[in-house]
Structures are given as structure tokens and as C-alpha cells.
T-cell receptor
Framework: KQEVTQIPAALSVPEGENLVLNCSFT??????LQWFRQDPGKGLTSLLL?????REQTSGRLNASLDKSSGRSTLYIAASQPGDSATYLC???????????FGQGTILTVHP | EAGVTQFPSHSVIEKGQTVTLRCDPI?????LYWYRRVMGKEIKFLLH????????ESGMPNNRFLAERTGGTYSTLKVQPAELEDSGVYFC????????????FGPGTRLTVL
């Protein structure tokens, strides 16, 4: 059974800092790993999707890496801004028809 | 292009009543997923449709939950009768291909059972 853990549970940083969010998963047999952002009271916005054959994906100030062998993914946010404040979720896409297994999320606060 | 939509956004019902949630996936997406988050827990998978067929319903908690996707377009999730522990946020997602494809989520339906 896949289990996904995200560390830290919460993170508060000043604007402009570079930061790393961590995600680990127990079963390395995944199809993909997806990072989401959730604003309070809103749905999930997909940020990055890394296929199992890939090592990383980049979008703007975001970079996500995947190391299947060690069961880890990281989301790197460069030059953080207050608008980046949200809950960040990682989800492992299993081999069973693509269902996602989610971590608990990291609550990020970027203060001016 | 319209995203995944869900209706209602909020629902408050009494224990024992019935509630039906609706999800409209992105047009052309054959794959539709239901997930839910109960208080303090992570988001968990409920079931997956490919067109109108249930591909995986391993996450459905019990037989009080019934999901349908007639005609392979929108889907409904009915809870009958609702219990207190069913309270939470129910999310719907869709994707074009299954397996490795990106899933796009709707805004969710917040269900409160009193």
C-alpha cells in the first residue's frame, strides 16, 4: 500500500527566499508524481507532473525532481513571493489505473 | 476551455438524509476520478471511471456510496443515508489518458452532515 509523506508540515519564510518542499513515497512502482497547490477554500491546481521515466520538470520559478529509487521528490521554489502562500500537495500516481495517493501537504507562508 | 466543475459547492444535510453530488469533467476527458478529504486527513481516492465504466472502486468506503456516469459525460456521487463521518470535501478530477496523464481537479463540494 502506497504511503506519501510530506515534510515539513508547515513552513514560514520571508519573501525572496529559495525553498524546498519534500515528498517521500513508500512504493517506487509509480507512473508519475504530481505536485499541486491549494488555496484556502479552493480546489487543487496542478503545478507539475513528472513521469516515472523523468528526473525533473520545470515551470517558471518551480522545479520538481523525482528519484524513484529512493522514493523521494522535491519541489524547489525560487525567489518566493507572498502570492506563493498556499498548501502544497504531492501525489503519487500508482500503477493501478492512475489513482493518486496524496500526502498531507505543506502549508507555506511567505511574508513580505 | 472550461475546467472541471462540481455542484453544489456546499451542502448541509441531516444524518440519514440523501445527498447527490455532481461532477462535469473537462470535455473530451474519458477518465473521471472521485476523491475526498475528511477533517484532518489527506485526500483519498474513491473511484475511477473510464467513460461510463467503473475501472477501480477500491476506495469506496461502503455501500452507502453510489457513483454513476451515465453516457460517459458527467458523474454523480450519491450518499444514502448520510452519516456524520461522511462530512468532508469531495473532489472530482478528470484526465484524457489514464495511467501517466495529468489529472485536473474541480473546486470540490463541501459536505456537512449534522
Amino acid at each position: 500500500k502506497q504511503e506519501v509523506t510530506q515534510i515539513p508540515a508547515a513552513l514560514s519564510v520571508p519573501e525572496g527566499e529559495n525553498l524546498v518542499l519534500n515528498c517521500s513515497f513508500t512504493d517506487s512502482a509509480i507512473y508519475n508524481l504530481q505536485w499541486f497547490r491549494q488555496d484556502p477554500g479552493k480546489g487543487l491546481t496542478s503545478l507539475l507532473l513528472i513521469q516515472s521515466s523523468q528526473r525533473e520538470q520545470t515551470s517558471g520559478r518551480l522545479n520538481a525532481s523525482l528519484d524513484k529509487s529512493s522514493g523521494r521528490s522535491t519541489l524547489y521554489i525560487a525567489a518566493s513571493q507572498p502570492g506563493d502562500s498556499a498548501t502544497y500537495l504531492c501525489a503519487a500516481g500508482g500503477t493501478s489505473y492512475g489513482k493518486l495517493t496524496f500526502g498531507q501537504g505543506t502549508i507555506l507562508t511567505v511574508h513580505p | 476551455e472550461a475546467g472541471v466543475t462540481q455542484f453544489p459547492s456546499h451542502s448541509v444535510i441531516e444524518k440519514g438524509q440523501t445527498v447527490t453530488l455532481r461532477c462535469d469533467p473537462i470535455s473530451g476527458h474519458d477518465n473521471l476520478y472521485w476523491y475526498r478529504r475528511v477533517m484532518g486527513k489527506e485526500i483519498k481516492f474513491l473511484l475511477h471511471f473510464v467513460k461510463e465504466s467503473k475501472q477501480d472502486e477500491s476506495g469506496m468506503p461502503n455501500n452507502r456510496f453510489l457513483a454513476e456516469r451515465t453516457g460517459g459525460t458527467y458523474s454523480t456521487l450519491k450518499v444514502q443515508p448520510a452519516e456524520l463521518e461522511d462530512s468532508g470535501v469531495y473532489f472530482c478530477a478528470s484526465s484524457q489518458e489514464f495511467g501517466s496523464d495529468e489529472q485536473f481537479f474541480g473546486p470540490g463540494t463541501r459536505l456537512t452532515v449534522l
